[in-house]
């Protein structure tokens, strides 16, 4: 059965940091894309950044480039949100998501419908 869980998420001030984990079990995805999205209340699931199998390619949605680093560690099968300098704007669900090919671009993780979803873990920023 696979399981995707996150965690890290929680409430932090405006300028604030967290840390996101994303901690797969029943099959390693070391060859696939993962990506990260997030909902906020009364809004659509949205693309946040997505990094290909390897680590050496990374693919942000404009509001987040330059505050947010996606990053992984296959060895542990775990995938990785840094979020520094963060805004009320980014209070939301945060999603770890993996598509069904392993052949999909970064750049198509937030077009294409996922295989694996995690259960979320929240993230308020306060201002």
């Known amino acids: 059965q696979v399981q995707l869980v996150e965690s890290g998420g929680g409430l932090v001030q405006a300028g604030g940091s967290l840390r996101l984990s994303c901690a797969a079990s029943g099959r390693t995805f070391s060859r696939y894309p993962m990506a990260w999205f997030r909902q906020a209340p009364g809004k659509e699931r949205e693309f946040v950044a997505a990094?290909?199998?390897?680590?050496?390619?990374?693919y942000y949605t404009d509001s987040v480039k330059g505050r947010f680093t996606i990053s992984r560690d296959n060895a542990k099968n775990t995938l990785y949100l840094q979020m520094n300098s963060l805004k009320p704007e980014d209070t939301a669900a945060y999603y770890c998501?993996?598509?069904?090919?392993?052949?999909?671009?970064?750049?198509?993780?937030?077009?294409?419908?996922?295989?694996?979803w995690g259960q979320g873990t929240q993230v308020t920023v306060s201002s």
């Open positions: 990094i290909n199998w390897s680590g050496s390619s990374t």
């Open positions: 998501a993996v598509p069904g090919s392993s052949y999909t671009s970064t750049q198509a993780m937030g077009r294409i419908p996922m295989a694996y």
